[in-house]
């Protein structure tokens, strides 16, 4: 069982940079971030396989960049131009096949708090 830990999040004024961070104990294929906000649903947010091809929502884009050290096995997630809207736990997520699709992968984080004040 690979384990995912998260790291980063904070406190942020909108306009503002942050970034997250995420150490897997062991190889994974697609890595990604989720999100959920209050009162809301949990969703996709970025995704990257281990080849480096990204994917992101298109509320992110432009914003949001994905990355990650194969060698190190952690995803980053580069976050700028913070909105109230992108308050949320964000969740690291990863893949255990190759197969397996980020909409529903085999290993969670425990979630790391953004907040982003107006």
């Known amino acids: 069982q690979v384990q995912l830990v998260e790291s980063g999040g904070g406190l942020v004024q909108a306009g503002g940079s942050l970034g997250l961070s995420c150490a897997a104990s062991?190889?994974?294929?697609?890595m990604g971030w989720y999100r959920q906000a209050p009162g809301k649903q949990r969703e996709l947010v970025a995704t990257?396989?281990?080849?480096?091809?990204?994917n992101y929502v298109d509320s992110v884009k432009g914003r949001f960049t994905i990355s990650r050290d194969n060698a190190k096995n952690t995803v980053y997630l580069a976050m700028n131009s913070l909105k109230p809207e992108d308050t949320a736990v964000y969740y690291c997520?990863?893949?255990?096949?190759?197969?397996?699709?980020?909409?529903?992968?085999?290993?969670w984080g425990k979630g790391t708090l953004v907040t982003v004040s107006s």
């Open positions: 062991g190889r994974t294929f697609s």
């Open positions: 990257i396989t281990r080849g480096g091809n990204t």
């Open positions: 997520a990863a893949a255990r096949f190759p197969v397996t699709p980020m909409t529903n992968p085999d290993y």
